[in-house]
Nanobody, 125 residues
Framework: QVQLVESGGGLVQAGDSLRLSCVAPGRTYSNYAMGWFRQAPGKEREFVAAISLSGRSTYYADSVKGRFTISRDNAKNTVFLQMNSLKPEDTAVYYC??????????????????WGQGTQVTVSS
């Protein structure tokens, strides 16, 4: 079982920035393709961003492209989501997810094997 721990959420104003972190203690992070998803009240969980094992390939939802950046530091077992120019519609619980070793990055929540507990991001107008 892989434990993922997110942090960095909070309450900000529109236009502000936040950086989310996701740590997998005790794991060889470079073996896992990683993704960020979010879920707003009353809505389904949706894809935000994903990063390949090496970090050389990244993928984004159209709604965040140009504003969010996913990155990873395998030496620190950490994945980041830098969120700039936040909008009220970005308000959601943000989840970090990992695929089992050997699987490449995808944008489908159901294809991820491990999930964090989520961190709340609230953007006020």
């Amino acid at each position: 079982q892989v434990q993922l721990v997110e942090s960095g959420g909070g309450l900000v104003q529109a236009g502000d920035s936040l950086r989310l972190s996701c740590v997998a203690p005790g794991r060889t992070y470079s073996n896992y393709a990683m993704g960020w998803f979010r879920q707003a009240p009353g809505k389904e969980r949706e894809f935000v961003a994903a990063i390949s094992l090496s970090g050389r390939s990244t993928y984004y939802a159209d709604s965040v492209k140009g504003r969010f950046t996913i990155s990873r530091d395998n030496a620190k077992n950490t994945v980041f989501l830098q969120m700039n120019s936040l909008k009220p519609e970005d308000t959601a619980v943000y989840y970090c997810a990992a695929r089992s070793p050997g699987y490449e990055v995808v944008a489908t929540a159901g294809e991820y094997h491990y999930w964090g507990q989520g961190t709340q991001v609230t953007v006020s107008s």
